[in-house]
């Protein structure tokens, strides 16, 4: 079975990435489309305080690899930086034609429906690392 490629770069690729590269390109708090494997996301991306800030706003088609392989690289990446956290939000929530099966993957994680004051209604989480 071959890795999901995340813009064509494999999750131990993206992580060779420098600190100044992953600030320039990824780490931006804008939004950015970007593939992974199949998938078409649309995310923004950030550091703050001790979490790793994941927030999806759009995740159009793609098999079911695309989100773990996501998760993945974000896990490994926030613990090599050293930090105790992966907070999601996912925007799934008012969808026009949801994902019923996103949904139920999301809330079966430990996903709950959450307001956040700059963000609005989303699927959160805030996963702690193991630091072991």
Request: charged fraction near 25%; glycine fraction near 8%.
């Amino acid at each position: 079975m071959s890795q999901m490629l995340i813009e064509g770069y494999t999750v131990d690729e993206v992580l060779q990435f420098s600190n100044e590269e992953m600030r320039m390109l990824i780490l931006r708090d804008e939004p950015l489309v970007f593939e992974v494997g199949s998938a078409n996301l649309l995310g923004r991306f950030k550091v703050a305080d001790d979490a790793l800030v994941m927030e999806l706003a759009h995740v159009d088609g793609g098999g079911d690899g695309a989100l773990p392989s996501l998760a993945s690289l974000a896990s490994s990446y926030a613990k090599r930086e050293g930090l105790a956290f992966v907070e999601w939000r996912v925007h799934a929530v008012h969808c026009a034609m949801p994902n019923l099966k996103l949904r139920r993957v999301l809330e079966r994680r430990g996903f709950i429906v959450r307001h956040i004051d700059t963000v609005g209604e989303c699927y959160w989480a805030k996963m702690p690392l193991n630091t072991e």
